[in-house]
């Protein structure tokens, strides 16, 4: 057994707690409360963190952790201009990631982990897009879910991510959950989204999409023609 103390230990469910601690047994928490009555109750070492809060940790919800790296891929493109509306910051996306190599993507998930616990975030709700990178999270140090992103119209594409679904989600180690993610209404087909439902709800995963990020996108939901239809469908082959 270990206690930690800080000057303030900040409880889920109380207000902060001056001169707090925890003492922790096995990688559990076996008792919150004073340092000076963990001391009494417990034979154990004492580490102390003064000037710190000593609390839970922070958890980021919506995350894309393998993109962590872009700011430095946009520069290296050369296309570093401002995207001025939705589509096209995703066109933007779309091209910086195509002369990506998969070490890139392992070192920006990576770092994307390290930035995360540096900052005191130790749990994630992650969406993955290259499915190659599942290995990577195994000494992340974060908890969480990875949610398998789905995306396109093509169905010889998006079949095999279906069928490879169980064999996917046994890469995720321990600490780790699985979800879903169809990207978004206009990026999947009518098709992909029901079967990714299905899929969903036969395993009983939770899913996450990305809805009304902007105003183009409600408006082409909405049936009014845009940059969405004009711009990005032809760009990536989705004119039908």
């Given at each position: 057994m270990e206690i930690f103390a800080?000057?303030?230990?900040?409880?889920?469910?109380?207000?902060?707690?001056?001169?707090?601690?925890?003492?922790?047994?096995?990688?559990?928490?076996?008792?919150?409360?004073?340092?000076?009555?963990?001391?009494?109750?417990?034979?154990?070492?004492?580490?102390?963190?003064?000037?710190?809060?000593?609390?839970?940790?922070?958890?980021?919800?919506?995350?894309?952790l393998e993109l962590t790296h872009f700011p430095a891929w946009l520069h290296k493109s050369g296309l570093g201009y401002a995207p001025r509306s939705y589509v096209d910051w995703i066109v933007q996306v779309i091209k910086v990631k195509r002369g990506i190599s998969f070490e890139d993507l392992c070192r920006s998930l990576h770092e994307g982990c390290k930035i995360s616990l540096q900052s005191g975030t130790t749990m994630v709700g992650d969406i993955l897009s290259d499915r190659r990178l599942l290995p990577v999270y195994a000494d992340c140090g974060l908890s969480g879910r990875v949610y398998l992103e789905f995306i396109g119209h093509d169905p010889e594409r998006f079949q095999p991510l279906l069928a490879s679904l169980e064999?996917?989600?046994?890469?995720?180690?321990a600490g780790l959950l699985p979800g879903l993610s169809p990207h978004a209404p206009f990026t999947v087909s009518q098709q992909l989204l029901a079967e990714v439902v299905a899929a969903a709800e036969r395993r009983a995963l939770p899913i996450v999409t990305h809805l009304a990020e902007s105003g183009e996108e409600v408006r082409f939901l909405a049936g009014t023609p845009g940059k969405i239809s004009e711009i990005l469908y032809p760009f990536v082959g989705w004119e039908q």
């Open positions: 800080a000057s303030y230990m900040l409880p889920i469910n109380g207000s902060p707690v001056a001169g707090g601690a925890i003492a922790v047994a096995d990688g559990k928490i076996a008792a919150v409360g004073k340092l000076a009555d963990l001391r009494r109750m417990y034979p154990a070492g004492v580490r102390e963190f003064p000037g710190c809060v000593l609390m839970p940790g922070l958890v980021n919800a919506h995350s894309h064999a996917d989600i046994s890469k995720l180690p």
